[in-house]
């Protein structure tokens, strides 16, 4: 399975971070099942083509598909490492992680749509081939601004829960044992899907402001590029930090080194 393959070669992780969760079990099977049917349901929205033309739509629509395919290995790469880290499998665990496979699978179908609207400025240099043809009729522009909520308040509620999945490994520290930067780490990874949450949130409070304006679906989309800037600042604080902190660790294991000896 993929996440044996990962962990053999040990893609994803850090080697700061004790894995407790080298085993699968049966939740992580499942989950990946539901992950799985996720991308299918990617597949078979889509109709099998019958002519020519169909083929060429279809052939076009390999674009949004593999945006689609990227974000929910995204997701699915966030699930990974929580369980490699951890291996919590307990009944709260099992609550959140059942809320998350669900917003998983209603994310899908208004991520394709949205990914498939985005790409008509590109369908629309193409002369001879007119994606926007398909689509016309489905969504008005000033039904383009539910489509930002529905789709916000998706996105939002699947790193909302895995935040909360990451805050009550944080708690559970104790049992854990987790050490003073596997604490660190899991904080961060508690801050980073709050800021993944809070773009889609402020998304969908553009689209409710510019609700009844045909501008609103651009405002609200064009939020997400506040991802690059933001994830970037952020990351290079942690990076900082998390230096600073391993170098602190090490000097302090120094010290006692040298005290231990000088005792002896």
């Given at each position: 399975m993929l996440r044996e393959g990962?962990?053999?070669?040990s893609i994803g992780r850090n080697k700061e971070f004790r894995y407790r969760g080298e085993e699968p079990g049966r939740l992580e099977n499942f989950s990946?099942?539901?992950?799985?049917?996720?991308?299918?349901?990617?597949?078979?929205?889509?109709?099998?083509?019958?002519?020519?033309?169909?083929?060429r739509r279809f052939t076009y629509e390999l674009i949004p598909f593999l945006l689609c395919i990227g974000?929910?290995?995204?997701?699915?790469?966030?699930?990974?490492?929580?369980?490699?880290?951890?291996?919590?499998?307990?009944g709260k665990i099992i609550v959140l992680n059942t809320l998350f496979l669900s917003l998983v699978?209603?994310?899908?179908?208004?991520?394709?749509?949205?990914?498939?609207l985005i790409l008509?400025?590109?369908?629309?240099?193409?002369?001879?081939?007119?994606?926007?043809?398909?689509?016309?009729?489905?969504?008005?522009?000033?039904?383009?601004?539910?489509l930002m909520i529905i789709y916000?308040?998706?996105?939002?509620?699947?790193?909302?829960?895995?935040?909360?999945?990451?805050?009550?490994?944080?708690?559970?520290?104790?049992?854990?044992?987790?050490?003073?930067?596997?604490?660190?780490?899991?904080?961060?990874?508690?801050r980073t899907n709050l800021l993944m949450g809070l773009v889609p949130v402020l998304s969908v409070i553009l689209a409710l402001i510019f609700r009844d304006s045909w501008m609103a679906g651009m405002i609200s989309g064009f939020t997400y590029f506040l991802y690059t800037p933001i994830m970037m600042i952020h990351g290079k604080r942690v990076d900082r930090q998390r230096k600073?902190?391993?170098?602190?660790?090490s000097s302090e294991?120094?010290?006692d080194l040298l005290e231990s000896s000088l005792e002896n």
């Open positions: 990962l962990k053999k070669h990946d099942a539901v992950f799985a049917l996720a991308i299918t349901l990617l597949l078979i929205s889509t109709s099998p083509p019958t002519s020519f033309e169909q083929i974000t929910i290995l995204v997701i699915w790469h966030e699930h990974y490492v929580f369980f490699c880290r951890y291996g919590l499998r307990n699978l209603f994310y899908v179908y208004p991520l394709k749509f949205l990914t498939r008509f400025p590109i369908a629309n240099i193409f002369q001879d081939y007119d994606l926007s043809n398909s689509l016309t009729g489905t969504i008005t522009a000033q039904n383009t601004s539910e916000g308040v998706g996105a939002a509620s699947v790193f909302f829960v895995l935040m909360l999945m990451y805050r009550y490994a944080l708690n559970q520290a104790i049992e854990l044992e987790l050490n003073e930067i596997e604490k660190f780490d899991t904080r961060t990874k508690i600073k902190f391993l170098e602190l660790q294991k120094t010290n």
